[in-house]
C-alpha cells in the first residue's frame, strides 16, 4: 500500500496568516492527489484534486502543488472558517490511502 | 441538488452484522463509481470499499476483505454495505462518497466531491 504522511500534524495560526501544509507519498503517484477540509461534526469537503485543480466553489486562497512524492497545501491569507483538519488522499493505487491530516487552530 | 444520506447504523455486538444504506438523489446514480469511507471516533479517514458504475466490480480494503461486501441498486439509486463479522475495530462513523474521474498524466484518477453526513456504527457488547 502506498502511505501517505503529512507535515505538521498540527499548527497554530492567526487569522491572516499563510499557511503551508506537506503531504508525502512513499512512491511516486504522478498527480494523483487531492486535498480535503473535515471540520468537526462534518463530512470531509473536497478543495483540490488533481494536486492543483481548485474544486468549483472553493474560494481561491487554497492552492495546491506538487507531483510524484511532494505535495503542498496553501492558504495564502487564513480565514476564521479555516480552521479545521486537512486531509490528502491519493488515488493512484488501490487501497487509495488517506494522510493522517493536519490539524489547523487558532493561535 | 446532491444528497447522499446514509442509513443502518447502530449498536451491535461483537460478531454481529449489520446492512448500511446511502440513498442518493439529484445525481444520475448509475453513472458513478461510489465510495465507502470510514472515521473512527478522533482518528482519521479511511477507505473501506469502492464499487463501479454498474455493480460488476468491487473492491475492499484488506481489513475488511470477506467481511463486507459493497452492492448498489441504480433503481433505487442506493448503495448498501453488508457487514458482517464485525469487531471492536469496525467502530466508526461510515461514509458512503461519489467518485469523479480526472486525467491524469499516466491515466485517470479520481477524486470524492460529495459526501454524506455519515452514519455512526458502534460494536459493543
Known amino acids: 500500500d502506498i502511505q501517505m504522511t503529512q507535515s505538521p500534524s498540527s499548527l497554530s495560526a492567526s487569522v491572516g496568516d499563510r499557511v503551508t501544509i506537506t503531504c508525502r507519498a512513499s512512491?511516486?503517484?504522478?498527480?494523483?492527489l487531492n486535498w480535503y477540509q473535515q471540520k468537526p461534526g462534518k463530512a470531509p469537503k473536497l478543495l483540490i484534486y488533481?494536486?492543483?485543480s481548485l474544486q468549483s466553489g472553493v474560494p481561491s486562497r487554497f492552492s495546491g502543488s506538487g507531483s510524484g512524492t511532494d505535495f503542498t497545501l496553501t492558504i495564502s491569507s487564513l480565514q476564521p472558517e479555516d480552521f479545521a483538519t486537512y486531509y490528502c488522499?491519493?488515488?493512484?493505487?488501490?487501497?487509495?490511502?488517506f494522510g493522517p491530516g493536519t490539524k489547523v487552530d487558532i493561535k | 441538488e446532491v444528497q447522499l444520506v446514509e442509513s443502518g447504523g447502530g449498536l451491535v455486538q461483537p460478531g454481529g452484522s449489520l446492512r448500511l444504506s446511502c440513498a442518493a438523489s439529484?445525481?444520475?446514480?448509475?453513472?458513478?463509481?461510489m465510495h465507502w469511507v470510514r472515521q473512527a471516533p478522533g482518528k482519521g479517514l479511511v477507505w473501506v470499499s469502492h464499487?463501479?458504475?454498474?455493480?460488476?466490480?468491487?473492491n475492499y480494503a484488506d481489513s475488511v476483505k470477506g467481511r463486507f461486501t459493497i452492492s448498489r441498486d441504480n433503481a433505487k439509486n442506493t448503495l448498501y454495505l453488508q457487514m458482517n463479522s464485525l469487531g471492536a475495530e469496525d467502530t466508526a462513523l461510515y461514509y458512503c462518497?461519489?467518485?469523479?474521474?480526472?486525467?491524469?498524466?499516466?491515466?485517470?484518477?479520481?477524486?470524492?466531491?460529495?459526501w454524506g453526513q455519515g452514519t455512526l456504527v458502534t460494536v459493543s457488547s
Open positions: 464499487i463501479n458504475s454498474d455493480g460488476s466490480n468491487s
Open positions: 488522499q491519493q488515488s493512484y493505487r488501490t487501497p487509495q490511502t
Open positions: 512512491q511516486s503517484i504522478s498527480n494523483y
Open positions: 462518497a461519489r467518485a469523479r474521474i480526472f486525467l491524469a498524466a499516466a491515466g485517470t484518477g479520481y477524486y470524492f466531491d460529495y
Open positions: 439529484g445525481i444520475t446514480f448509475s453513472r458513478y463509481w
Open positions: 488533481a494536486a492543483s
